[in-house]
């Protein structure tokens, strides 16, 4: 189907839209210098069928030969500050040729000596003569050097054209105003985020009538500070408010203020206020403040002057004598921890939104609105997804989506189903399968027992989630994966649940040496999450008897590399050693009642390693099959084995159980 023409009102066609990267200066320069370089090289002699150069020893044979014009003789031409001579005439090329050729024949008298004696024993005439084109020889002679600074400036133009802009423009902002036409995201796009998006609205609502909540007093914020963790879409609604919003919007990098000269930074910051008091009311959004907000005189080093006086800057226009009405600054960070304190009053920003990880209602609504640019088969129940993805960000599960998408693609279907959109899920969050790394039978045995001891006591203990799939495919960097699918997000975990974990990841290390009488290196990553988990529950969670509800120590995600530079311990070493004991003992406790578990039931971990031997991959209900009927109703396909290859010098470590973050339910990839 053709498309429409492209008219404007009055029925004309718009003018060509010309590319304003396009340096017609440079071509007109160019073209004008090869024009110099052709006419003096043309004045020098050099046309095409002017003159023929003739080398000494033809041109003897020539003489001999009488084809040399006698009568209009010779002319020795000498060129000023050079030793070069040149012998011009005219001759034929044949005795019965009638049409004569001019040449041009280069000679050096001091080392020529008998010249002279030749062409007098030829009766030729030689008329000494001085090339006066000066102007000729002159640019001939400074060619190489014009060539070369002609490549070199059609070389760098698109620097020398951004350091001359950078030269007039130093002290300019670089915020860039978006396009209303080119932006497409609206509040539709997002989801997940609804008490953000709802806070967000009340500001579109401002912009677009302002006197509605004028009338009782209100003013418009001044700042609007977004915080959340990298790929919950705090860009994305951002780029939503310009969407609904009918007012300029403003984009700009916090780390586009900061340079090596001190003082740009807060011209520039200046400068992007004046733009947006021209533009009132606007919207100018700042992406990763941190980069130029950081908490001021704190550092290794002492302060950052630039960083300092470009923050000052900020603070004074935001709160200053000189406020500026009607423009709203939108921020976003991830790090609110080293944001400086005068930043973040009323007053210069008004609200701070937090923008969490989706819940599961979340999860499943951002999985809808990124579904809708694929196509997936009817019927795909998209809670499932959205339930097995706890702490999946929305830029995690949009992600998956597009995996998934691929994967299809690949197995040549025509849509998405609920296996791609699993196996999307597990490759965004532990990696592809690797299905070609080769493997010893040892080896594979060994992660059999191993994945098989966690999924036994996941499905005996009282307080855990329902299982969900146990692999021994390589995935990422384990060897193999046992995961579950909790019912619902969970913010608390209840003490019985802690340790009823506990005693779910020393599962591997316990079937390990229940069945072969050894252990190996491969349960680090189970001994990493069963001492973190139980540390947390003395240290922070209070479910110590011995230590009671006391907090010991600082427990930040990260050190702060700006305020201190290692945590700080604000206990006794005798305390210390008492955490310490208490730790051990919730390891040790989880480790003896494992190992009596699957000691009293050993011959259920032996069928169910068997199996996972010989079909690799198992859900939740073929693991209860074999449980609770000695055998599975549905077993799975038999797996396409890749061939047998020699095994790798260094195996990478066993898998681990994929136990949720406590408290917030995250899941975790293998250690």
Known sequence: MAQPENRNSKGNRPPPVQDPNFNWRGLVLFALAIALIGGAWFLRGGGVGSVRDV??????????ADLVVKEKGLELISEPGTQLD???????????????????TQVNLQFMPDLQKTLKDANIAVTP?????LFASALISFLPIILCLLVLYFFFRQQIRMAGKGALNFGKSKARMLARDKNKITFKDVAGVEEAKEEVEEIVDFLKDPKKFQKLGGRIPKGVLMIGPPGTGKTLLARAIAGEADVPFFSISGSDFVEMFVGVGASRVRDMFEQGKKS????????????????????????????????NALLVEMDGFDTQEGVIIIAATNRPDVLDPALLRPGR????????????????????????????????????????????SGA????????????????????IGISELEEARDKVRWGRERRSLAISEKEKENTAYHEAGHALLLEMLEHTEPLHKVTIIPRGPSLGSTMWLPQE????????????????????RVAEEIVFGDVTSGARGDIKQATGMARKMVCEWGMSEKLGMVEYGEHDDYVFLGRELSKARDYSEATAQEIDKEVRKLCDDAYARATELLTTHRSQLVAIAKALLEYETLDGSQIR????????????????????????LKQPEQGTTLAPDYPTGLTESPA
């Open 55 to 64: 080398p000494w020893p033809e041109l003897e044979k020539k003489l001999a």
């Open 86 to 104: 040149y012998l011009k005439g005219t001759m034929r090329e044949t005795a019965e040729a009638t049409v004569t050729v001019p040449f041009r």
């Open 129 to 133: 003569k001085s090339d006066t084109n």
């Open 280 to 311: 009132a009311p606007c919207i100018i959004f700042i992406d990763e403040i941190d980069a130029v907000g950081r908490h001021r005189g704190h550092g290794m080093g002492g302060g950052h002057d630039e960083r300092e006086q470009t923050l």
């Open 349 to 392: 920003f008004d609200r701070q939104i937090t923008v969490n990880l989706p819940d599961v209602k979340g999860r499943e609504e951002i999985l809808k609105v990124h579904s809708k640019r694929v196509k997936i088969l009817e019927g795909t129940d998209l809670a499932v997804i959205a339930r097995g993805t706890p702490g999946y």
């Open 396 to 415: 995690e599960l949009a992600n998956v989506i597009n995996e998934a998408a691929l994967l299809a693609a690949r197995r040549g279907l025509k849509a």
């Open 489 to 508: 997000d969970k913010y608390n975990m209840r003490k019985l649940e802690l340790i009823d974990s506990l005693c779910v990841t020393m599962g591997g």
């Open 625 to 648: 099959d074999i449980l609770e009927f000695g055998k599975m109703k549905n077993p799975p396909s038999a797996p396409t084995r890749p061939h047998s290859e020699p095994p790798p």
